[in-house]
């Protein structure tokens, strides 16, 4: 029905404008409660199985993390009596806020509904879930970056590029490929978020045009497996040719785009003497360029 596609889709995007426009924890919470309630109707419009089961998953999780986000900025207002997004100060309440984003954006260890929900959903709704909603968690967490626990970013960064380089290896589908490259974007940019916020927004905005490059190529080759991406030559050699070299800007090879904040980041990590986490993240980033390279092989 067109009528409800798109109240749908204005609730999906007014979800998000609330969410990084309001300076009120309870406005933001509202704003990421109609964003997850408008993109259901979405995730379920086809009735199979694999869709139903993927909105569940990701309305579980998503209400959790809407539920731990609550308590934490209500636990902050009673301590504090603030309510401003700015004003968050208690050491607890950092910490389950950070635990909430975490849990909503799909970052390690908390990333496990991530690759399930995508692989059960098409690519149209992928696409959306991979990029719009990242939107509105990474505002909060900017708008917080300079009250959160360091250490814990920084854990979390780490733990997130390993997993997501880990995680997509032994994979086949193309969508579970991408959620892992997700994954592992995210550990990039928390892990520079409390030193400089400025190379989150430019890894943000590259990884949001290559990712959306990458969903909108599948869908016009019809292309969710690997061995169909191997057959998608000889029809669409352009296209092809096209995605190809998105997949290795999204692992960051030079001189491609995706290399630009991936170089900044080490730099800015080296600069602030953690030298060790910047070789860490490195060497995860291979570990993604590996599958990449083996998709553009194939």
């Known amino acids: 029905n067109p009528v409800t596609l798109s109240v749908v889709l204005t609730s999906l995007a007014l979800g998000t404008i609330f969410t990084v426009s309001s300076s009120h924890w309870f406005l933001a919470w509202m704003g990421l409660e109609i964003n997850t309630l408008a993109i259901i109707p979405i995730m379920t419009q086809h009735k199979h199985p694999r869709a139903i089961e993927a909105s569940t998953k990701y309305f579980l999780t998503q209400a959790a993390a809407s539920a731990l986000l609550l308590f934490s900025s209500l636990n902050n207002a009673w301590l504090t009596g603030e309510w401003s997004i700015m004003d968050l100060t208690n050491p607890l309440s950092c910490a389950t806020m950070t635990v909430a984003i975490c849990m909503k954006l799909g970052l390690a260890p908390f990333h496990f509904w991530l690759p399930e929900v995508l692989q059960g959903i098409n690519l149209t709704t992928g696409l959306i879930l991979s990029t719009w909603q990242k939107l509105a968690p990474m505002a909060i967490l900017y708008q917080i970056a300079p009250t959160l626990n360091t250490p814990l970013l920084l854990a979390l960064g780490l733990v997130s590029t390993l997993v997501g380089g880990w995680g997509g290896l032994n994979q086949t589908q193309l969508r579970k ?102 070789t860490t993240l490195a060497l995860s980033a291979l570990l993604s360029l590996f599958f990449y390279l083996r998709l553009t092989y194939i």
């Not at 592992?184 to 045009?209: C, D």
């Not at 040719?241 to 630009?260: E, I, K, N, R």
Request: a positive charge; hydrophobic letters at 50%; zero cysteines.
């Open 177 to 278: 490929i991408m959620a892992f490259s997700s994954i592992a974007h995210l550990g990039w940019m928390v892990s520079i978020l409390p030193f400089s916020p400025q190379l989150m927004i430019l890894n943000l905005t590259i990884y949001l045009i290559m990712t959306s490059t990458m969903f909108l190529m599948l869908k016009t080759i019809s292309s969710t497996k690997i061995s169909s991406l191997a057959t998608s030559w000889s029809k669409t050699p352009t296209t092809t040719a096209l995605s190809l070299l998105t997949l290795l800007s999204l692992g960051g090879l030079p001189p491609l785009s995706g290399f630009v904040p991936k170089w900044f980041i080490l730099q800015e990590l080296t600069n602030q003497n953690t030298t060790i986490l910047a």
